[in-house]
């Protein structure tokens, strides 16, 4: 190795050192674990050797991808008594899927140092020229600290270098990573990076547009939920930065339990105001979930009825939007969307009737979405639950970026090309990231002088419902086409469709939940009643059919 920069990594020695103090301090909790839709989620006890298994993985990943890797130890939108970990990939999307399976093998196997071994040796790891980097982030749970050194412990026992960046939303680990990793095209890989880029994009969209902080219906001050997580802490920073353009009244800070009553997953699956926030009529509520990567908007009309606008309406005012900028630009820019079985029926009509731009669909898991959003020029993609962002290809960023110099471009196309520019800086577009999200609503909202009610009002959902069943064994229920159709248990696909049936404007599914231990159902109908008692029929065959526990629906 004399002179060739190159030096020994994970010698055998080292990797049996590893294993060995992982397994004397954090023994293997006596069950069999899986990376899910957004890595392991499990009780927060079950927890300890997953996160120095994964702190190990991620010090292997990083010598692979040469690259720095993130870990972030959080359960989002579960219950506080819950933990969970996930890694990010170097630029700051969800780790790829053959390492998942690495993962889960990883997370139960009975000899950490061979299978270690296994991964060094297929892709051969034996030497390098750079340390493993590994970034460490956490949420707010009692939990997390613990969890979290777990994780740094494994790295740094496998000889990676870490970062512990502390208590920190999801969407700012993946900027972190994604940041350290560009070269400094996206400023500094830091907490401060991130809110300056961000903050500053947003100032200047806002100056660009030249409205003042009101512009006709639109208003600048909202309700802040912030479920008791570290949404509230990073939303009080942007609101501090930013008091010129917008008024936070803030809730659900950290007083209360963690996403209990409030936060993104309760006002959806609820359609209900969260606890805590005063009921003002047609005043924008806000929350977010318990790390930040979700969002969700609301109100109350003067008659008491509650409306919510999820990730769908936000995607429609997204996407209307870009495509407003892409075409005034007259730019080669192709825009698509993309959403899940989740989608209200009424939101895929409008954006492809309406705002004319092509839908897919595809299984939940913001893995799911982001990848086939990559097919596009500009991506729009969000589940109905608020999770999701833009992601500008390549592509479109040298095409906007040239534009901005073109003599031969008119001033107003020169215009919209720095607005798009502007937006792809004030988008976090590694992942779905409920503060970035939140400043690309209002400014949005603000450029159209639109209230939240004006917004609500481009389309009608169809009202719907979902519920959660717990069966024996949530994995006896398997889907097919995007989650629209169940392949088992046998016959349960047959009684849905004949439930639907009877049910105007019906449709329904089900599938196991990747974060909790239930099966979830999906249900949308005609009017209210009709979409709860499909969703309730449904609800019954899959307790029926798949070994459903506790009463029946
Ligand atoms: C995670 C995923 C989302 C998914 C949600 C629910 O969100 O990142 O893509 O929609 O779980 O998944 P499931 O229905 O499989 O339980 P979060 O905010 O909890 O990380």
């Known amino acids: ?58 010090a292997l990943r990083s010598a692979v991808k040469k690259a720095a890797i993130g870990v972030m130890v959080t359960a989002s939108h579960n219950p506080v008594q819950d933990n969970g970990v996930k890694l990010c990939d170097p630029q700051g999307e969800m780790l790829e899927p053959a390492w998942e399976k690495i993962g889960t ?33 956490q949420d707010t749970r009692p939990s997390s600290d613990f969890l979290a050194k777990a994780a740094i412990e ?16 999801t969407p700012i680990l993946h900027f972190v990573v994604a940041s350290r990793n560009a070269s400094g095209e996206l400023g500094l890989p830091t907490e401060g990076g991130y809110f300056n880029r961000i903050s500053s994009a947003f100032v200047q969209l806002k100056e660009k547009e030249g409205l003042g902080r009101e512009n006709r219906n639109y208003k600048p001050e909202f309700d802040f939920d912030g479920a008791n997580g570290v949404g509230a802490d990073k939303m009080a920073q942007f609101a501090k930065m930013l008091t010129e353009w917008i008024d936070v009244t803030h809730f659900n800070t950290g007083e209360g339990q963690l996403n209990f009553n409030c936060g ?57 939007h870009l495509m407003e900028l892409v075409s005034a630009s007259g730019l080669d820019i192709h825009l698509g969307l993309v959403q899940t079985a989740y989608a209200n029926g009424s939101s895929t009509e409008y954006i492809s009737q309406t705002l004319k731009v092509p839908v897919a669909c595809v299984p939940t898991g913001v893995k799911h979405l982001h990848h086939k959003a990559q097919e596009f020029d500009v991506g729009v993609y969000f589940e109905a639950n608020g999770h999701g962002t833009v992601i500008f290809s390549k592509k479109a960023t040298n095409l906007v970026r040239a534009a901005l110099e073109n003599p031969e471009l008119t001033q107003a196309q020169r215009e919209a090309a720095k607005k798009l520019s502007l937006f792809g800086e004030l988008i ?42 717990t069966v024996k064994d949530r994995n006896v229920v398997s889907t097919t086409d995007a989650e629209r159709k169940c392949v088992t ?11 639907v049936a009877n049910f105007p404007k019906g449709r329904s599914f089900v599938r196991p939940s990747g974060t909790e231990d239930v099966v979830r159902v999906y249900a949308e109908a005609e009017s209210r009643e009709l979409a709860d008692e499909l969703a309730k029929e449904v609800a019954r065959a899959v307790h029926d059919l798949a070994n459903g526990t506790g009463p029946a629906p």
Request: zero cysteines; glycine letters at 8%.
């Open 264 to 320: 993104a997953d309760f006002v959806k699956v609820q359609q209900t105001k969260p606890e805590g926030v005063p009921l003002t009529v047609n005043r924008r509520g806000v929350s977010v979930d318990g790390d930040a990567d979700r969002i969700i908007y609301f109100y109350t009309d003067s008659d008491n009825k509650f409306h919510l606008l999820d990730g769908d309406k936000i995607a429609t005012l997204v996407a209307g």
């Open 154 to 169: 494994g790295a740094e026992n496998l000889g990676a270098l870490v970062r512990d960046i502390g208590i920190v939303s």
């Open 489 to 499: 248990p046998a016959g349960l696909q047959d009684r849905i469709d004949a439930i």
């Open 105 to 137: 093998e990883l997370a139960n196997t009975d000899d950490v140092a061979s299978y270690l071994k296994k991964i060094i040796e297929d892709f051969g790891l034996d030497s390098s020229k750079e340390k493993p980097f590994v970034f460490v982030g």
């Open 428 to 469: 976090n577009q590694t992942v779905g990231d409920a503060l970035s999200d939140l400043l690309l609503v209002e400014t949005i909202l603000h450029s159209k002088g639109w209230s939240v009610a004006d917004w609500d009002n481009a389309y009608t959902d169809l009202p719907s419902r979902q519920l959660k069943v």
């Open 1 to 58: 190795f004399a002179n060739t920069g190159y030096f020994k990594m994970f010698t055998s020695a080292d990797v049996q050192n590893a294993a060995a103090k992982g397994d004397e301090k954090y023994p293997k909790f006596p069950k069999t674990f899986q990376y899910g839709t957004a890595g392991f989620r499990e009780k927060a006890e079950e927890l300890p050797h997953i996160l120095y298994r994964m702190g190990l993985l991620a």
